[in-house]
């Protein structure tokens, strides 16, 4: 089958031509890829960024956001049938550590990253696990929500979180509504009641916010936390998701904060650089967030099948990556590209 | 002023003329009233119900839901003042408790009900306190709002009890879309992405309820039991909300609610009489309800003022107390029947 | 391998020669029986109660409150090995529906009951799953804990749901100080710093609990509710757990329930029957309780490693299982019937 | 009445002839001080540390950890009377905000705090709230208390927040064994069954731990991180509670904290400086503490009226304050320094 694989950092991605990954193991599934998602990391990828870390031996194909239908299934395989339509959850996880027991398979001490520390999707097959598998409606095409699986599924869970502490008439700020940010935007409003403000650098994607669910939008200008403390009464808002996590976005959200309140870090980059003072004499609480569940997804592909969460896409063949890749880096991606074999 | 007064039970209520309140304590708020409920519970005053639970001396004053503005204040009332328009919480609560301490106000271990064992809200004013006082937002108006006070309050407790465990992909079913119901199908449909399955005997209240939120209807005819367990793949929903709580619902509610569910009872009228292996063996929590504390009235007027939450109500002068209390015993009222001073 | 097995309901149990289970899927595990607990359950099962609920074919292998160690595992199993000493969750979970994948992994929509409805520990080996296998302190032994497996893990289940809402000053009423309530007396201690107020008709269970933790007793003689009342202020308990459910505990249990408190129903027999009103009123919760978690029973195991629960046992060869029933039928078991082969 | 008064920063604390306060508001209380703590705060009040933030006019009455008896109360005031024994919480709070409606009276929109921005405890009288008064136990006396007011119930809060998401099994680190530190040891150990690692540069504070409370003790000589991790299987804690926030503390705090585990910081001096990746790979959350709330402090005094929870103390005459001062300048009070008028 056709597979784009990485074959060293600081190169260029190649096609290949690798075999269809067969069943080997009781909970193994293996799915006919519908659509892969071209995230950022995957640029960071070939930048070597994740080498270390994944430990990943080259060459493997890359791609970790991953939609299709199920091609074969392991003997032990309840969950999930040959033929059914199904999104993957990005990690392959134990089923038996105490996170896994817990339902916080994310924290699983025992998981595979297909895409990044083994085989991925930008390829015609990709083998994963029971536990990665799970089944969306019929009103959903593969192409059409893969990137959900990993970018959406990190943004749903941050603002699922974030909304179980919300009340009617509470605010919450959203810093960046790009990639992730505009899925926390319909999520958020999907969830909660509060009043959404939206900051970003760009007028048009504090537009498109407020196409979408948000009740208000200010372009950071340097005024932005000014701003947001007029609109708030001077008090900060109850929750501040912050989507970019650089730039002073940290610095910036936690001004935005108000007491009590929570800053939820989801984009990384720069330090979060804070005197313990602020935080005690506020009793702020700045809350880490990675990507979500498996149940997570399912509350997400639930969202969706309501029409309440929609992506936009930009679809590329599994021939064109390059083009994507391209694409993405150069900024030429309205929304997300996906790879269609 | 004007004041419609109880003078025995089991006759008809009289008006009469007494003093305007005056303010004597340091707390105390004098509100004109704007709007005044007239709720079934006020029939079930005349009748004698709570005469001895109330303990009230007659006459007394009716009306427990009650909106206007405040027309004079305490010495050391800082949360409102003069001309402010305000909705009045059900209950003046001491503030001084354990659960006054906790937020949980309701329970107030001492606390006065005006309208039920004190001075109510027919009338041209009405003294309360400074803790019952929740300013409305300018485009709100008292006789619009004013039975959110309690009937209102009581439906927006409960629904946003249960939707803090609902996730998008859970099923809720509200029992009753009448008084309590129709104002509880707005406050879920804005909390919560759960799928919302109202029941109720009228098929007009079910077609009221499609229009303000709810995903799909059953009337009840005998199999709505049946209909609720083919809508949820044989297992029920995660939460059921009963507004009725007579004439069978409460049998037929927890026989819909799925395991490990939760089935909240907000109507009264019967006994709530299941097997305890029934509890026990589906791990099913039954859930009393009843009116909100002060921060969900602050809570139900911010969606009220974001026109989440509206009310249909069918407006009377105070001098037509009768016709009001006659179209209710009646079934002539659509909405909720408001006198207005 | 000798196994008791139930060859017909009325009749008593049999000693039978049947082969040593062998692992055939990828997650079974086979374990060398340490210690099997003797439950009133089985006598239920005897008396042909459970005949319908589990569908079990006869002849099988009863008992369902096991430990022992790991004598054979599947190919995928990686949480045990061989030699390792394990109690077992009483269910063997898909870990792959919805519950299970959310750590309430008792709501299972697939599982089995080794002991009820397929073969059970009374026996010298017992097939089960790798999720079920809990890996026990170095200085527990199997016959000590076996009975930590059930009754334990349902005391430990409700103990520790209400252990969550209680603060300190507060006050907890259980009801029961037999099997269920001397271990849930403990875990409450160990918990929670809430005051325990034991309520049993046995002056010495009562003795036996202030010996473990609870802070007072109450001999039920027909004025606990009364006593119950006196010593909380009029008010009621925060908390009730009744682990008794039947003789009137479940009328007593509610009426020392304080308003705004849980009812936690655990033991079994009646009807809870109650007036709405009285629910609604005082606002009450009447929570379910099943068995516990697979993580709630780590954190069991991790109470009996810290000796802070322990479990008067008496102990018989598996040949002696008939006089375990009959002693435990005639009321002469201190403490629990553990069979070790 | 005698009272200690800053009468210039940088200057030392004159001892003054004062009226003794009187009841002017419906919930003034006034209290015959039993004893008063002397607290770090009061040498960097004396520093003109909080001359700035507390905005106090010179001179004014220093001392903020309060208890004695009631004196006279206003009109309005039932919750306590004339000779009872109280414990102060440290701000009076407005009683009408929505954090005070919320229970969460420590964000009080309009508080004032006696012996910080008003006549504090220093003194034979101090006026406060009825909102401030903490009735206490006949077993206790005010002189031993007092200092629970403040430092004890910052300790509190923090336990008993981090105890609630703690499970049998977990484990929690505390740095820093001193003044909070041995509160917050014997409060975790009342209220958790985690195993407690206690971290502390003395060998004689992580003595004193292992004697009320702590399972383990560490000596933080360079190395306690890698022996936390050592003792945890190289995952780190559930929870790290860092009472010391500075010298380091918050980076080794972070550095022993598991994935998906909470960092508390109560403690303060340096700045949090973490990487965005390590807070989202790893999913940490950094929570803020202030002073605990009005029903925390009653649950303070329900474990200390159990005597789970008890203070060394050294007492002084308040003639003596100037004794009490350099005593605790100069390192030489072990415990807590009280004054005794």
Known sequence: MKAVRVTGYHEKLLMDDVPVPGVTGPHDVVVKIGGAGVCRTD?????????????????????????????????????????????????????????????????????????????????????????????????????????????????????????????????????????????????????????????????????????????SGIVADGSQVEQVLKATGGKGAEVVIDFVGEGGSTKQGLAMTRRAGDYLVVGYGENVDVPTIDLVSAEINILGNLVGSYNDLVELMALAAQQKVTLHTQQYALDDFQSAIDDLDGGRVRGRAILVP
Chains 1, 2, 3, 4 share one sequence.
Request: net charge negative.
């Open 43 to 215: 640029l960071h990828i070939l930048e070597g960024q994740w080498a270390e870390k994944s430990g990943v031996a080259l060459p493997y194909t890359i791609g970790h956001e991953n939609a299709g239908w199920v091609h074969a299934v392991g003997s032990a395989v309840t969950n999930v049938a040959e033929g059914d339509k199904v999104i993957l959850h990005p990690l392959v996880t134990c089923g038996l550590c105490r996170a896994c027991r817990a339902g916080d398979d994310v924290h699983c001490e025992n998981s595979q990253f297909p895409g990044i520390d083994t085989d991925g999707g930008y390829a015609e097959y990709l083998k994963t696990s029971a536990r990665s598998c799970v089944k969306i409606d019929d009103s959903l095409e593969p192409a059409a929500v893969a990137a959900l699986a990993d970018a959406g599924l990190t943004a749903y869970h941050a603002a699922a979180k974030a909304a179980r502490r919300l009340r009617a008439g509470d605010r919450c700020v959203l810093i960046g509504a790009g990639g992730l940010g505009h899925i926390g935007i319909q999520v958020m409003h999907a969830l909660s009641p509060a009043e959404l403000i939206v900051v970003d650098r760009s007028a048009d994607a504090v537009e498109l916010a407020l196409s979408i669910g948000a009740d």
